[in-house]
């Protein structure tokens, strides 16, 4: 896979699966641009990222949720205060994820497939 961002060894995870589903992403574009995609890494080159889970390779995937409400939840951290919720439908080109942190919330590993014009962001 071509993936869009480069990953460090071992990244993504062997126990990552193809993408496929309905998916959530907090936005800050609207349409959703580009830059909604990004890695924290790609956002934050510089921090360092600490806690449970929490290593390069996550750092570099793009975090989704299965559920929209538990990602129109997060609407309320001030730093999500203006943003807004987009709604992707991936499939196997788009690349892999794995489930990880909340009941929710999965990691993805972006392929340089995945359209982001097809994202769209929805009403809450």
């Avoid at 730093?79 to 439908?89: G, L, Q, S």
């Avoid at 489930?99 to 993805?108: N, Q, R």
Wanted: some cysteine; charged content about 25%; overall charge positive.
């Amino acid at each position: 896979m071509n993936w869009y961002e480069q990953l460090p060894p071992l990244c993504p995870p062997t126990d990552a699966v193809p993408c496929e589903g309905t998916y959530y992403r907090i936005a800050k574009g609207n349409p959703a641009n580009d830059s909604d995609f990004f890695s924290q890494r790609r956002l934050q080159p510089d921090k360092t990222f600490t806690g449970l889970g929490a290593d390069e390779c996550i750092a570099r995937a793009i975090s989704l949720f299965s559920d929209v409400n538990d990602a129109t939840l997060r609407l309320k951290l001030p730093k999500f205060r203006h943003a807004n919720i987009a709604e992707v439908t991936l499939t196997p080109k788009d690349g892999v994820m794995k489930k990880t942190f909340s009941a929710s919330h999965y990691s993805w590993w972006r392929t340089t497939s995945f359209e982001v014009s097809q994202a769209k962001v929805i009403g809450i």
